[in-house]
């Protein structure tokens, strides 16, 4: 499935400090109608593009206090969190709130 | 240096001292003079007025004549007008915060005719402020923040009432202070002062201008208005420490804080005088390095949400006995974090390390900062080894060392060269030195206080950054 994950607000300094990954995520379908989810996409995104200190990007099988998630530039509290599903060339953005000023 | 070089900088010296201390008479003989005249500008216009009868023989909609003439171009604005600008006179806005966010949004809230502009800061204004907060100007560098943020936002609109709250914003004055503004912007620095302001803006009822910007990016919404979420909706839980980025340590570029600060200022402006759709409910992304700026939908106020939520927990009460700095790990002034990860014997002082220096003791002297800050300063015969490398390089400081010992054989046969670690400030050199012990370069020592300790014990022409 193609996606395009984008890191912000420093996270993107967990994955080479490239902001945009226009990724392919292969993931199991147990059956045909299943889709990817979000908790699903997390765990990929840790395993594949994130490259130094994970505690940093996800906290137990979430995201860490202070992340927003926005799946096509919407908040993911608002489609389902971690149970939201994700739909081919959907744009993932997660970015971590900035305090500075 | 020739005797003469070292007059010239002498003159020099005498010269910058005296024309600060002009330039700063100059500033308090001018706000001198414009309280003697301000008032009887008022009183003339006033005395005017009342043997008319009314503020003006013409209907104005109760905007006096010098006001028509001020805002013109927002009197003419179709979607502004006279309505708009009359409620904007009559607001009161608070900014916290005189930094890189304040700094424009108080000059517009000045410029724009806000009736009654607070600010709240404690901090004095520094060298290493001037590139992004740009209402400060140099004669005032190492007066407080608060007097020469006033003074600009007066000399922009002497008619705004400017109030100056010198203090560091605490739950025992929150209330009190935010008691007497329609809006609050939140223009400061650290996580632990943004929960404050937002609970103390849920307790009160206030709507908050949030903004933030680091590096190169910016973050702004409203929190607290038209049924949108306050900041614990969005941000429950407080993240850890060592996520925080700071404009010190990591860098800000100027312009990225004045942006997000206009914007606050329009944000508020919007609100104080009722027009247009404020950023509720929304969040404004902003990434100057790509120009680009991406508006977000987000959640709405949350049922459960501890401050705001059906069943809060928070009322004045409660909010005054709320221990912010606990709840975030962080100190609500922003200090420096200072370690004490090592013994006292893996540690020198910069004084120390000078005396090692001068005697030429054999030694390596490792910085582990990231490469673009050993770019700006460094001490002599450092090698710079970042300490997200240090893993890798290991071999690279033994073949050191071991030719350093190599080097020294015969004049001192049993001592070995010595390693020493030095940092910004020696936090990141004790973690390096831990790192180190642990894999076998037992003898490593840290630098205490890091170069700012150098510059501030040893050498003060060492610049700092
Ligand atoms: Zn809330």
């Known amino acids: ?101 | 240096m020739s005797s003469l070089a070292s007059e010239i900088l002498q003159e020099l010296e005498s010269l910058k001292s005296e024309k600060t201390k002009i330039e700063q008479k100059i500033s308090q003989l001018e706000s001198q003079l414009k309280d003697i005249n301000l008032p009887k500008q008022h009183a003339s216009s006033a005395s005017a007025a009342s043997s008319n009868g009314s503020s003006s023989p013409y209907p104005t909609n109760g905007l006096e004549p010098h006001m028509i003439h001020r805002y013109s171009r927002h009197l003419v604005l179709p979607s502004f007008g006279v309505q708009g600008q009359a409620n904007l006179l009559k607001s009161s806005i608070l900014v916290v915060g005189a930094g890189g966010l304040g700094a424009p949004a108080l000059l517009y809230f000045a410029a724009s005719g806000v009736g009654k502009l607070g600010i709240v800061d404690h901090d004095k204004v520094e060298l290493s402020n001037m590139h992004r907060q740009i209402i400060h100007t140099e004669a005032y560098i190492g007066q407080p923040k608060v007097k020469s943020a006033a003074a600009a936002c007066r000399a922009v609109n002497s008619s705004v009432e400017v109030v100056e709250h010198e203090e560091a914003l605490r739950t025992s004055n929150a209330l009190e202070i935010f008691s007497k503004y329609d809006i609050i912007v939140d223009a400061t620095d650290n996580a632990p002062t943004r929960y404050l302001i937002s609970d103390c803006c849920v307790v009160l009822g206030k709507p908050l201008v949030s903004g933030a910007a680091v590096g190169l990016e910016g973050q702004l919404t409203i929190y607290n208005h038209n049924g949108g979420p306050c900041y614990r909706c969005l941000f429950p839980t407080p993240p850890p420490r060592s996520a925080c980025q700071s404009c010190a340590d990591n860098g800000v570029l100027g312009v990225v804080p004045g942006i997000i600060g206009c914007l606050q200022a329009l944000e508020a402006i919007k609100i104080a005088a009722a027009v247009g759709e404020p950023l509720s409910g929304r969040m404004l992304l902003f990434d100057a390095l790509s120009s680009r700026i991406r508006v977000v939908k987000i959640r709405g106020r949350s049922m459960h949400c501890e401050a705001c939520g059906d069943n809060a927990r928070f009322n004045k009460q409660y909010f005054r006995e709320f221990d912010y700095e606990k709840f975030t790990q962080t100190p609500l002034r922003v200090p420096p974090l200072k370690l004490n990860l090592l013994p006292s014997e893996s540690r020198i002082s910069s004084m120390e390390y000078k005396e090692i220096t001068l005697n030429k003791e054999p030694h390596v002297l490792v910085d582990v900062r990231p490469a673009h800050h050993f770019k700006i300063v460094s001490l002599p015969n450092s090698l710079n080894i970042p300490f997200s490398t240090l893993e890798s390089r290991l071999p690279e400081i033994s073949s050191i060392l071991k030719k350093d010992e190599e080097e020294e054989k015969g004049a001192v046969s049993e001592s070995s060269a010595q390693l020493y670690v030095v940092c910004r400030r020696g936090n990141d050199s004790q973690r390096a030195v831990q790192y180190l012990h642990k894999m076998g370069f037992t003898s490593a020592k840290d630098i205490v206080g890091g170069l700012e300790s150098w510059a501030q014990n040893v050498d003060p022409n060492f610049p700092t950054y």
């Not at chain 1, 420093?10 to 994955?15: N, V």
């Not at chain 1, 226009?22 to 147990?30: G, L, T």
């Not at chain 1, 045909?32 to 594949?48: A, P, Y």
């Not at chain 1, 940093?56 to 919407?74: A, I, Q, S, W, Y």
């Open chain 1, 1 to 101: 499935m193609q996606l395009t994950l984008e890191f912000g607000g420093g996270l993107e300094l967990l994955c080479d400090s490239k902001k945009i990954h226009n990724v392919n995520v292969e993931f199991e379908q147990q059956n045909k109608e299943d889709k990817l989810t979000m908790k699903g996409l997390l765990s990929w995104v840790r395993t594949n593009l994130i490259k130094e200190r994970p505690e940093m990007f996800m906290k137990g099988d979430t995201v860490r206090p202070g992340v927003l998630v926005l799946v096509n530039d919407c908040d993911w509290e608002l489609s389902g969190q971690l149970s939201t599903t994700l739909e081919e060339k959907d744009v993932v953005v997660f970015i971590s709130t900035l305090h500075g000023g």
